[in-house]
Nanobody, 114 residues
């Protein structure tokens, strides 16, 4: 059974930083990703990383967010710096295995506010 367990969300002031973690079990994945959904908006891609290490970022987070992976722990991270109120959303971890099946974490709330 595949499980993705997220952690690291919270309340932070504008300009601050947070690191999200997503620990996976139950499969081997070809692509990892972070998505977010703000109230009243559609879920959007934040960042992805392939098993080969290729990364892709939404324009709105380029230069501020970094996706990384610890293969030994089967965990993917999202380091978020210079956070803005517009980054407030529920952040979801996504992983796709080699059968192209997508899995989702439960979501973690990130609130950027003074």
């Amino acid at each position: 059974q595949v499980q993705l367990v997220e952690s690291g969300g919270g309340l932070v002031q504008p300009g601050g930083s947070l690191r999200l973690s997503c620990a996976a079990s139950g499969s081997v994945f070809s692509v990892w990703g972070w998505y977010r959904q703000a109230p009243g908006k559609q879920r959007e891609l934040v960042a992805t990383m392939t098993s080969g290490g290729l990364t892709n970022y939404a324009d709105s987070v380029k230069g501020r967010f970094t996706i990384s992976r610890d293969n030994a722990k089967n965990t993917v991270y999202l380091q978020m710096n210079s956070l803005k109120p517009d980054d407030t959303a529920v952040y979801y971890c996504n992983a796709r295995d080699f059968t192209f099946t997508n899995y989702w974490g439960q979501g973690t709330q990130v609130t950027v506010s003074s």
